[in-house]
C-alpha cells in the first residue's frame, strides 16, 4: 500500500519536536546528563497521592461526567478566583482536560476555520505551530526579542494583526525563555485588542512558578475574560505530569463547543487524577511555595553558573529554563546541541526547536537536583575550554 498517499499530508509535512530529538537520543547512551526536559524532579506531593490511592481502593474507577468531575470544576473555579481575581461557573465554564496539551489542541479546532490566523510569539513552545496548522490554520510568528526581556509588545502585535486573524497565543510565563508579562504590558496587549474579535489563548501553564513577581493574567485585565480562553495544568506546578490533567476556563459559547469536541475525542479525563487533583487545588499550595523557593535557588544558581562560562543568559522571572546565548561560540544551536551530547554528555536543547528566533541561543531546563546542574556546568565549562571559547 501507499500509505504516503493516506496519511493526512499536513501532519506527514510537519516536523517531530526538536525537544524530544535531544531527549531521545540522549537516552541511548551512557552518563548523560539531561537538562533537557520541562519535567519535574519532585514526586506528586504525598497527600495528592494518597488521594489518588485512596480513590482506587474506593472503587471509584467509572467515568466521569464529559466535562470533569463537578467538584474538581468547583475546585478550579476557586483556585482561579483566588489568584486571577476572575469568577467562572464550574457548570458551564470549566473543563477537564487531559493536561494542558489537549485543552490547547481543543483551542485550535473550536475557534479555527482554514485560513484563519494565529498570531504566536517566538520563540515559544513547540506545539502551538503544528497544532495551528492541523487545525486548518496558519500560524503568524512574533518575534520576541532579547533586549525587551523576551515580551510580546503591543507594537509587535498591532503590526501583525490583518482582517483574517482569529486568534492570539499568549504563552506566558514563557517556555523557553522564562520571560514574564507585567501587568503593564499586558495592558497594552488589551488595548490593542478590544475593539477586535480576536480571541485570546492564554497558556498559564507556569504561573505559579514566578521568582520576584506575581504572576499577571490577561483573564484580570476589564474585558479580557469574555474574550480568553485560559488553559492551564496541574503538571508543573504540583508535580504531577503523569497523571496527565489540565483545565480550561472561558466563555460559556466557547466551552460548550470545547466540551463537545472533548466528548467525541476523550470521554473525560482519568478520574482518579481528578480526585488527586481535587486535593491539590484545595490543599497543594504550601507544596508549590516549597518547590518554587527550590527552583528560585536552582534558577540563580544556573544564571550564575551560564554567565560566568561567558554564556550570556537573560534572567527568566518564570517558569524553569533558561535560555542562554551560544552565540559566542560560532556555532549554530544544532551544532552546539549535537557536538555537547556527542562529546560532553550533556543534553539541552537548541533554540530553533522553539521557532526561527531561537537560533543563537538553547534551552536549559533547572528543575533538576543541584548536583545534577553542578554536574552539567562542570562539562560544559570544559567543553567551551577545549573549543578556546573560555
Not at 110 to 135: H, K, M, N, Q
Not at 319 to 340: H, N, W
Not at 363 to 373: A, D, F, P
Amino acid at each position: 500500500m501507499n500509505y504516503d498517499r493516506l496519511i493526512n499530508p499536513t501532519l506527514m509535512e510537519l516536523k517531530p519536536s526538536g525537544i524530544r530529538k535531544f531527549f531521545d537520543i540522549a537516552a541511548e547512551m551512557d552518563e548523560v546528563i539531561s537538562l533537557s526536559v520541562g519535567e519535574p524532579d519532585f514526586s506528586t506531593p504525598w497527600h495528592i497521592r494518597q488521594e489518588g490511592i485512596h480513590t482506587l481502593e474506593k472503587g471509584r474507577t467509572w467515568y466521569s461526567p464529559n466535562a470533569g468531575l463537578l467538584a474538581l470544576r468547583e475546585a478550579i473555579a476557586g483556585y482561579v478566583q483566588r489568584h486571577n481575581g476572575v469568577s467562572y461557573d464550574p457548570k458551564t465554564e470549566v473543563l477537564v482536560t487531559v493536561g494542558g496539551s489537549e485543552a490547547i489542541d481543543l483551542c485550535f479546532r473550536a475557534l479555527l476555520s482554514p485560513g484563519d490566523e494565529v498570531l504566536i510569539p517566538d520563540p515559544c513552545f513547540v506545539c502551538y505551530e503544528p497544532l495551528t496548522r492541523l487545525a486548518g490554520g496558519v500560524p503568524v510568528s512574533i518575534t520576541t526579542r532579547v533586549e525587551d526581556a523576551f515580551r510580546l509588545t503591543a507594537e509587535a502585535l498591532k503590526a501583525a494583526i490583518t482582517p483574517r486573524t482569529k486568534l492570539l497565543v499568549l504563552p506566558f510565563p514563557n517556555n523557553p525563555t522564562g520571560a514574564i508579562m507585567p501587568r503593564e504590558e499586558l495592558e497594552a496587549i488589551a488595548e490593542v485588542l478590544r475593539g477586535t474579535d480576536i480571541m485570546v489563548l492564554s497558556d498559564e501553564i507556569y504561573a505559579e512558578l514566578t521568582y520576584g513577581r506575581t504572576h499577571v493574567s490577561i483573564t484580570s485585565l476589564p474585558g479580557m475574560s469574555e474574550r480568553t480562553i485560559l488553559v492551564s495544568g496541574f503538571s508543573k506546578a504540583f508535580a504531577m505530569t503523569g497523571w496527565r490533567l489540565g483545565y480550561a476556563c472561558g466563555p460559556a459559547p466557547v466551552m460548550k463547543m470545547l466540551t463537545k469536541l472533548h466528548q467525541y475525542a476523550i470521554m473525560c479525563a482519568p478520574t482518579t487524577a481528578q480526585y488527586a487533583a481535587i486535593e491539590a487545588m484545595n490543599n497543594g499550595e504550601e507544596d508549590v511555595r516549597t518547590m518554587r523557593e527550590e527552583y528560585d535557588m536552582r534558577r540563580r544558581f544556573i544564571v550564575d553558573g551560564l554567565n560566568r562560562l561567558g554564556l550570556t543568559c537573560f534572567e527568566p522571572e518564570g517558569a524553569f529554563y533558561v535560555f542562554p546565548s551560544i552565540q559566542k561560540t560560532g556555532m549554530s544551536s544544532e551544532d552546539f546541541c549535537r557536538c555537547l551530547l556527542e562529546e560532553k554528555h550533556v543534553a539541552v536543547v537548541p533554540g530553533t526547536a522553539f521557532g526561527d528566533s531561537g537560533e543563537g541561543f538553547v534551552r536549559i531546563s533547572y528543575c533538576y537536583s543541584l548536583s545534577h546542574i553542578t554536574e552539567a556546568l562542570n562539562r560544559i565549562e570544559a567543553f567551551l575550554k577545549e573549543r578556546g571559547t573560555l
